[in-house]
């Protein structure tokens, strides 16, 4: 897909690509989702759902890394995608 807001090929510096993770993710326009039918902004709010997995637990950071890798597809998918589909997994 040939997006690269942030250099992800050094991860041993994390509050960098958490930082330029944020600023790319809080700057990016709102986008129509065909699936929801409606615009969805993304906000800090939403962020914070890539860093934590609930109130007060943060993810691990291997995740959250692979997590900003995936930022500019799962933007993409959700102008992309026409249908929802909920999974929930659950370990």
């Known amino acids: 897909m040939g997006v690269h807001f942030f250099d992800?090929?050094?991860?041993?510096?994390?509050?960098?690509?958490?930082?330029?993770?944020?600023?790319?993710?809080?700057?990016?326009?709102?986008?129509?989702?065909p699936a929801l039918g409606e615009l969805v902004h993304f906000t800090a709010e939403g962020f914070n759902h890539v860093i934590f997995k609930g109130p007060r637990s943060e993810r691990e950071r291997s995740s959250q890394i692979l997590r900003f890798k995936l930022l500019p597809i799962a933007i993409r998918l959700t102008e992309l995608s026409s249908f929802l589909r909920h999974i929930?997994?659950?370990k």
């Open 8 to 33: 992800m090929e050094d991860v041993s510096n994390y509050e960098k690509l958490r930082e330029d993770a944020q600023k790319f993710y809080i700057g990016t326009r709102p986008v129509h989702s």
């Open 88 to 90: 929930r997994n659950t």
